[in-house]
């Protein structure tokens, strides 16, 4: 299997069981609705887990383009093989989207609110505020990058790390996840988002297209800082790249403070419905 296949496939399953735990627990009518964010968040560890398993010894198990960019910029990847498996990534979450559509095929319908579906394929923010919502996924991604990269360093039993990452996850979800849906993977947003707009689901609604460009950005800028910080400050090998990063870190982050609406100029949501 090549490093596309593997990456394709893995990312599918990912998001199969990923997006799964996520429509289980919020679609109307399945066994395991309303169960919970720890559902979720345990759901989404082992579903990364087994992904890595399944695919780990053919492409190394990214499944996320934040950490295929991060490990080309510590030297752990060529560039030049980024873009095959940011393909593969892509079109691995479209896949599995599809799956977890059709799994619950008979749920849409019975499911009334458009943000309930919307939020099984993509995630979206609890509360709306692009700069603070561009920081969330940034945090995420940077630990998520550096704590593989710090598993990787560890010595375990043979076959454990891939089970430890899913535990990171879990953590990242947890400790992290509440304020974003921690995307923390562009793939694991984009694919699902662009089933969501192109799927025949009954009422499914807009598929908030303007949100999705944090859920890219975000991560690719917190993995990249991750990758390079450890690199620093772990190896102790300091390259440009990492003030570069910096820099365009900083100036994403002071465009999104400007031009973002601020949390104190939202209407007051219980006003207006009362």
Same mark, same amino acid.
């Given at each position: 299997?090549?490093?596309?296949? !593997?990456?394709?496939?893995?990312? $599918? %399953? ?6 799964? @735990?996520?429509?289980? @627990? ?11 964010? %720890? @559902? ?20 190394? *198990? ?15 990847? =060529? ?6 498996? %940011? ?11 599809? @799956? ?11 499911? &009334? #609110? ?10 979206? =923010? ?13 945090? !995420? ?8 990269? *710090? ?6 039993? &043979? ?6 990452? !899913? ?21 694991? &947003? ?25 859920? %890219? ?5 917190? !993995? ?7 690199? $620093? ?7 440009? $790249? ?11 982050? *002071? ?9 104190? #100029?939202?209407? #007051?949501?219980?006003?207006?419905? $009362?």
């Amino acid at each position: 299997m090549t490093a596309f296949w !593997g990456e394709l496939i893995g990312t $599918a %399953i990912l998001i199969t069981l990923g997006a799964g @735990v996520c429509a289980g @627990v919020n679609l109307k009518k399945t066994l395991s609705n309303g169960s919970g964010w %720890i @559902v979720i968040t345990f759901g989404w560890g082992f579903a990364v887990a087994i992904a890595a398993y399944a695919v780990g010894k053919f492409s190394g *198990a990214h499944l996320n383009p934040a950490l295929t960019i991060a490990l080309a910029f510590t030297g752990n990847l =060529p560039w030049s093989q980024v873009p095959i498996y %940011i393909i593969g990534q892509v079109i691995g979450a479209f896949v599995g989207s599809v @799956v977890v559509y059709l799994q619950y095929l008979p749920h849409w319908r019975v499911t &009334d #609110d458009p943000g309930t579906k919307l939020g099984t394929f993509a995630t979206g =923010p609890a509360i709306p505020y692009t700069f603070a919502n561009l920081i969330s996924e940034i945090i !995420g991604t940077f630990i998520l990058v550096l704590g593989i990269l *710090a598993i990787g360093a560890n010595k375990f039993t &043979d076959g454990l790390n891939p089970l430890v990452i !899913g535990f990171l996850i879990v953590s990242i979800g947890l400790s992290l996840g509440g304020t974003t849906g921690y995307a923390i993977n562009p793939a694991r &947003d984009f694919g699902p988002r662009l089933a969501h707009a192109l799927l025949p689901i009954p009422g499914k609604g807009k598929s908030n297209w303007g949100y999705a460009w944090i859920p %890219i950005v975000g991560p690719i800028l917190g !993995g990249s800082l991750g990758g390079l910080f450890y690199k $620093a400050a772990f190896l102790g090998k300091t390259t440009t $790249a990492l003030w570069y990063v910096i820099g365009a870190s900083l100036v994403i982050l *002071a465009v999104s403070y400007f031009a973002s609406v601020k949390p104190q #100029d939202l209407p #007051d949501f219980k006003k207006v419905s $009362a």
